[in-house]
């Protein structure tokens, strides 16, 4: 079955430091993964996209993530976090062939202290 | 350019009532697909249109439906409601195999 996991309910970074949250995937062929951003009462915002290509893709808002395939990860970083930036973030995948369904993580809260 | 629309965006119904919501796609986009999001649940897939048919199905009762209209704006009912439906339904539009998936803000339902 296809499935992603979140190991990480929540993430907790000082502003100003990296932050990095993880996003391991197990599917049966090709995976494509998407990070989404979810603020209270909102719907989610697209972050960033692996369809095919390089392994690092940047996204919005200063996020970037990296394409493992050996690990089966693709965790989601940024170089220097911001308050702004707590929210609940989601890892998604969809099997190439399987139509628009996306299977997400449970979600990480980040919480970005000052 | 205008975003997916969802309506209406909270709703409080009874136990045992039936609920319809909507959603509007981004224009041109032709596939739609509805989402569940619950605290214990997390996010998970109930169904997706695309040209008014529905091409895949989540793992939930019947009495969870949808479909699509020719200008692809989709709805999704709930029948016979139960405490449990209480959640936020989010949908999403894309173009077709375009892998693009843009969210709307979702509409809370709260059964009492």
Redesign the interface.
Known sequence: AQSVAQPEDQVNVAEGNPLTVKCTYSVSGNP?L?W?VQYP??????LL?Y?TGDNLVKGSYGFEAEFNKSQTSFHLKKPSALVSDSALY?C?V?VSG??????????TRLAVHP | KAG?T?TPRYLIKTRGQQVTLSCSPISGHR?V?W?QQTPGQ????LF?Y?SETQ??K?NFPGRFSGRQFSNSRSEMNVSTLELGDSALY?C?S?RFQD????????T?LTVV
Do not use: C, D, M, P
């Open positions: 494509y998407f989404y009462n909102r719907g989610l915002q697209f996209k369809i989601f998604a969809v399987g139509y628009n369904k996306l299977i997400f993580g449970a979600g | 997916v969802q596939s697909s989402y997390g996010l998970q897939f997706e695309f091409r895949n989540g989010l999403a894309s892998y693009g998936y843009t969210f709307g803000s979702g809370r």
